[in-house]
């Protein structure tokens, strides 16, 4: 439904794709992930070792 609402919303999903614009098509429709406290968009690993 994304590519569908971007349509309607005037945004063209091959283009922008094209042109690495993912944050203007996903903003476009609300659909943008926008991260938390790291500023990135991958999980943070952490660690332990027990013995």
């Known amino acids: 439904s994304t590519v569908s609402r971007m349509r309607a919303a005037?945004?063209?999903a091959k283009a922008m794709l094209a042109g690495n614009n993912a944050w203007t098509a996903f903003n476009?429709?609300?659909d943008?992930?926008?991260p938390g406290?790291?500023?990135t968009n991958v999980n943070d690993l952490r660690a332990m070792?027990?013995?």
């Open 37 to 39: 406290p790291t500023g």
């Open 10 to 12: 005037g945004v063209d």
């Open 32 to 34: 943008l992930f926008v």
């Open 28 to 30: 476009a429709v609300g």
């Open 49 to 51: 070792l027990i013995r």
